[in-house]
């Protein structure tokens, strides 16, 4: 098995813990993480801007407070935030350090990394380290629902179901057909389009597919006229809300969604995205023009 293998099937043990560490009173995350009312900003690159924007989403949309979420190179620093939480897996993104650095002392900083002792853990004033859902792999996957997990439980959000979902899209077996496809659209609504987007990136890091992602109401906007005989819709979430069957099977694509967690959604992605690199002779484990940080000169 490749690193992204075993990791893709180690994240419902990760999504365990992680829960359990939001959800610790006397735990240090409950402290570390923005409070309700707050006014944050949540910033990262790649992964973690599309798990920033999906937590924004949860996060506002429950009442906790005003919540944007940027690409750490375009947060805007001349608003006023109460805390600004940076995603960096690595702990070493440039672009994540560069914002670090410059607002330092001007607002409240927190980090969640995979890496203790990492240079972001020195500029930011907490961080918490969930060092149990690092990655060999380049390509994130259970870095990225692990974090999520923890940020979802810490919000209260309703994760009963989620293990034990997770588990069953590992079981499961892959869906005939699909690693056949030549294109994919992956939708999501509120808090799922940041979980979709980072759905499609997988495809593309991992296999080279054509992907796309948009909220579930603009797929008629624009995104329907690619669909054809080899494209795959795909949803992300409780069903795809205010979007017809046949707006996608009409056109020849095929309507794909199989109702569990989102996350547990994103790992059978994340596995077919697997299957059609080893099928086209690719090395999930070392995408093409990809590095497990992006450090610029």
């Known amino acids: 098995m490749s690193h992204t293998e075993t990791e893709i099937a180690s994240q ?15 735990g240090p995350v409950r402290e570390a993480l923005p409070r309700a009312g707050e006014r944050v900003a949540v910033v990262g690159c790649g992964t973690s801007w599309f798990i920033a924007q999906a937590y924004a989403a949860l996060r506002e949309a429950g009442g906790q407070g005003e919540t944007d979420a940027f690409p750490a190179s375009e947060m805007p620093t001349g608003r006023a935030y109460d805390r600004v939480l940076a995603l960096s ?27 203790p002792g990492s240079p972001v853990t020195d500029l930011a004033d907490e961080a918490v380290v969930l060092d149990f859902a690092d990655e060999r792999s380049v390509v994130q996957t ?27 899209a590992l079981a499961a ?9 030549g294109q994919f659209t ?34 008629r906007h624009g995104p329907i006229s690619v669909t054809g005989p080899r494209s795959v819709v ?5 069903g795809p809300s205010g979007l017809a ?7 020849g ?21 697997v299957a059609i690199a080893v099928a086209r002779g690719l090395d999930p484990d070392r995408p093409r023009n990809l590095t497990r940080s992006v450090i610029l000169g």
């Open 173 to 181: 077996p892959l869906p005939d057909g699909l690693a056949e496809a």
């Open 245 to 251: 069957e046949m707006e996608v099977t009409g056109p």
């Open 186 to 219: 992956f939708l999501g609504r509120g808090w799922t389009y940041g979980v979709a987007q980072e759905a499609a990136l997988k495809m593309r890091e991992a296999a080279g597919a054509w992907t796309e992602a948009y909220p579930v109401m603009e797929y």
């Open 12 to 26: 419902p043990d990760c999504w365990r813990r992680a829960i359990a560490l939001a959800r610790d009173p006397d």
């Open 89 to 115: 897996r690595s702990g070493t993104t440039t672009e994540v350090l560069d914002l670090l650095g410059r607002i330092r002392g001007g607002v409240r900083t927190t980090v969640i990394t995979a890496v």
């Open 142 to 168: 259970r870095w990225a629902t692990s974090e999520l997990a923890l940020l979802r439980a810490h919000l209260g959000h309703d994760v009963g179901g989620l293990v034990e979902d997770g588990g069953a």
């Open 234 to 238: 795909w949803w992300l979430g409780e």
């Open 253 to 273: 694509g095929r309507l794909v969604g199989y109702g569990r967690d989102p996350l547990a959604e994103l790992v059978l992605v994340q596995r077919l995205a």
